[in-house]
């Protein structure tokens, strides 16, 4: 009887096909190996469900700044009254009739101004530094 149902079992399971496929384990996170293009979307998705929150930050706007609408007014204040003064101090250096050739001194920086083949030659130098910038504006 023994032999009959083991003789049996190995005809039913030994003599059929068997069907398997191999697993293989491949981790999502790019930091223990997984596809580098899932790290966007890991990232996204850890975002979304942060909902800790410091008190204690100033609302920010996307690019992380502050947004302080006194601190912003102040800013735009003095970006107005420095473009100002210095769109007065070019009149009142140049004059109407626009730049001319010559060397020019405004506070710190000693201003060259040469014609150049192609344009132009604006050089600036920073007299407490000794730093150069030069700037061609080439003709029209």
Do not use: C, H
């Amino acid at each position: 009887m023994k032999k009959l149902l083991l003789l049996s079992f190995f005809l039913a399971f030994g003599l059929t096909e068997s069907f398997s496929q191999q697993f293989v384990y491949t981790p999502r996170n790019p930091a223990f190996g997984g596809n580098t293009f899932n790290y966007q979307w890991m990232l996204s998705s850890a975002q979304a469900q942060d909902t800790n929150r410091d008190p204690n930050t100033v609302a920010r706007d996307q690019l992380g700044a502050s947004r302080d609408p006194l601190q912003e007014f102040s800013e735009s204040l003095n970006r107005q009254i420095l473009s100002r003064l210095s769109r007065e101090l070019v009149l009142g250096q140049f004059g109407d009739s626009g730049i001319e050739e010559g060397s020019y001194i405004l506070g710190d920086f000693q201003i060259d101004i040469t014609d150049g083949g192609a344009g132009l030659n604006i050089s600036i130098v920073d007299t407490k530094t000794g730093a150069t910038t030069v700037i061609e504006v080439p003709f029209n």
